[in-house]
T-cell receptor, first 114, second 116 residues
């Protein structure tokens, strides 16, 4: 399985500001995803990060609020823009190989918005 | 649409007790099924998987069998330990289409507490 790191591991931010979360993988992977886990809840997919093209967003998530970059096959960023307390969550990236079924997750970024 | 339903928690057991966490799914086509575990303060770890009907996934003493006829993937362990205390998520992955190819759909999670 791939080794995945995320930065920052946690942050406390003021409403109205933006935070960029980085996801780094130790090997090239075909697919990268970004999930949100609200307090005490399950995981919800935000978007699929596509290398060299715009991310594919799930219903309820938009690019203006959650812009995503993926400049290469080992790195992606998720920005949480114009934050409000409702954005307080754990944000996780995951990776998947083209021929594999399973996804592997990073350790997550715990975001608190005050 | 695709969905996963798992038993509500929290579940509290004594050490060495038998564990069952129920999981059922609704899906078009033939999904792959997974159990993930999230230890306190950590990210998700893949616990086990099954990719077709009648497959049994197993790891660390945990087992789950892909039952197509009952659309279930119940997690079991014969003797739990305090170190098994965590939140367990059942998930499915459908080959899917387009940008959501391989997307995971999660159940709500079941918190397990094991007392010594």
């Amino acid at each position: 399985s791939a080794v995945i790191s995320q930065k920052p591991s946690r942050d406390i931010c003021q409403r109205g500001t933006s935070l960029t979360i980085q996801c780094q993988v130790d090997s090239q992977v075909t697919m990268m995803f970004w999930y949100r886990q609200q307090p005490g809840q399950s995981l919800t997919l935000i978007a699929t990060a596509n290398q060299g093209s715009e991310a594919t967003y799930e219903s309820g998530f938009v690019i203006d609020k959650f812009p995503i970059s993926r400049p290469n096959l080992t790195f992606s960023t998720l920005t949480v823009s114009n934050m409000s307390p409702e954005d307080s969550s754990i944000y996780l990236c995951s990776v998947k190989g083209a021929s594999s079924y399973e996804q592997y997750f990073g350790p997550g970024t715990r975001l608190t918005v005050t | 649409g695709n969905s996963v339903t798992q038993m509500e928690g929290p579940v509290t057991l004594s050490e060495e007790a038998f564990l069952t966490i129920n999981c059922t799914y609704t899906a078009t086509g033939y999904p792959s099924l997974f159990w993930y575990v999230q230890y306190p303060g950590e990210g998700l770890q893949l616990l086990l998987k099954a990719t077709k009907a009648d497959d049994k996934g197993s790891n660390k003493g945990f087992e789950a069998t892909y039952r197509k006829e009952t659309t279930s993937f119940h997690l079991e362990k014969g003797s739990v330990q305090v170190s098994d205390s965590a939140v367990y998520f059942c998930a499915l992955s459908d080959p899917g289409y387009g940008g959501s190819q391989g997307n995971l759909i999660f159940g709500k999670g079941t918190k397990l507490s094991v007392k010594p």
